[in-house]
């Protein structure tokens, strides 16, 4: 068994008394003070959360748009400098080797963020794809997992003192005056112990907050500047546990849960991600079949009906006495006090307003389709 990788930060957590589980072959932390309080301080303050397992790639040169366009499903051509944008890398099958995030950070330069569990396959993926690249003499594919950390800063009150952290205007040439002039999904470079780091206003929560990406060198100070100047806004360090909470709380995807090489975006209700009329990308003639056509399973929200223990991951899914589908995501709602859940179904029972059962423990409890998400900020 391969020893479980660690974070620059895995010391910071032990000293905090964090609880550490293993994560996508990482050993994380899952809880501080406890998921549920943890979940209310993102969504009514501000939690800090270590997500430097995730995986950095830069990919620069002359023909790095055509070469990202032709294995992203989303339209590169979109994004101008300082823009990011959620996208897919599908195989010849339409289904999902990871999804991601791609931001532009120069002309010719952009940085992608993927999944703890899928970076080693990406990369390969990648560099594959590079290999058999016409024009591959243009484009630089560098890996820098390794070499990057990241921290997620999440809620209502971080803009009360993130311009403590990032002070003053941004330096990697772009229009940032400040910090909090990001708007959603904008990114742009700040200094920090002396080096640049990329800050760009999204998330994982459903809350508004900040993604940093800095080198693995200034991780440390870095977090514990961050929780200095946080005091103004309740900021409190969060887990893997709340983490998971908030994003199925907001219908966010987690790859291995609602994504996998076996499921397309058009399945998981990711259709509005892929964009047909950029011209030809990996795995496109499945998709515009599913899109033109329809497909044979769909993933659904739901929420429990009644009194029951929280939906997990594996549940069946029932019409009636008859197993339909199965559960993806599941969980007991810190914010509604109710068990929701994510599941995949045969698309004519994916309607909102259908009930369904779910299996729990031998047991078959009731539950409804719901529309996405079960939460949104006001």
């Not at 339209?75 to 289904?95: I, P, S």
């Not at 369904?356 to 939460?375: L, M, T």
Request: proline fraction near 6%.
């Amino acid at each position: 068994m391969m020893p479980l990788r660690r974070t620059p930060l895995f010391a910071v957590h032990q000293r905090l008394g964090a609880r550490l589980v293993e994560f996508g072959g990482w050993e994380m932390p899952v809880h501080y003070s406890g998921i549920v309080d943890e979940h209310h301080c993102v969504r009514r303050a501000a939690g800090l959360f270590d997500i430097s397992h995730m995986g950095e790639v830069f990919v620069e040169g002359g023909a790095s748009e055509t070469f990202l366009n032709g294995i992203l499903a989303n339209d590169l051509r979109k994004l101008a400098v300082g823009q990011g944008q959620y996208t897919h890398l599908c195989n010849e099958r339409g289904g999902t080797v990871d999804d991601l995030y791609a931001y532009r950070i120069g002309p010719e330069r952009y940085l992608l963020i993927l999944n703890a569990s899928r970076i080693d396959v990406d990369v390969a993926w990648i560099v594959a794809r590079w290999e058999s690249f016409p024009d591959r003499g243009r484009v630089v594919v560098d890996p820098a997992s390794d070499r990057f950390g990241a921290l997620a800063i999440q809620g209502p009150r971080v803009v009360q003192f993130i311009e403590q952290v990032f002070e003053g205007a941004s330096t990697a040439g772009m229009t940032a005056g400040r910090v909090t002039d990001l708007r959603k999904n904008d990114v742009s470079g700040w200094t920090f112990g002396g080096v640049e780091v990329w800050v760009a206003r999204t998330g994982y929560t459903g809350e508004d907050g900040f993604e940093v990406v800095a080198p693995a060198t200034v991780m440390e100070p870095l977090w514990t500047h961050v929780l200095a100047v946080g005091h103004v806004g309740c900021l409190q360090p969060c887990g893997l546990g709340a983490r998971d909470t908030l994003r199925t709380e907001v219908c966010y995807p987690l790859y291995g849960h609602e994504l996998d090489e076996d499921t397309t975006p058009i399945e998981a209700g990711l259709g509005v991600f892929v964009s047909f009329d950029k011209g030809d990308f990996v795995g496109r003639p499945v998709l515009w079949k599913q899109k033109s056509e329809g497909v044979a399973k769909r993933c659904i929200a739901f929420r429990m009906t009644g009194k029951s223990a929280p939906p997990r991951p594996g549940y069946a899914i029932h019409a009636g006495d008859v197993p339909i589908g199965t559960v993806v995501s599941g969980t007991q709602s810190p914010t509604l006090g109710v068990g929701i859940g994510l599941g995949y179904v045969p698309s004519d029972l994916a309607t909102p307003g259908t009930r369904v059962g779910v299996d729990i423990r031998g047991r078959c409890f009731p539950a409804e389709v719901v529309r996405k998400p079960f939460y949104r900020k006001t």
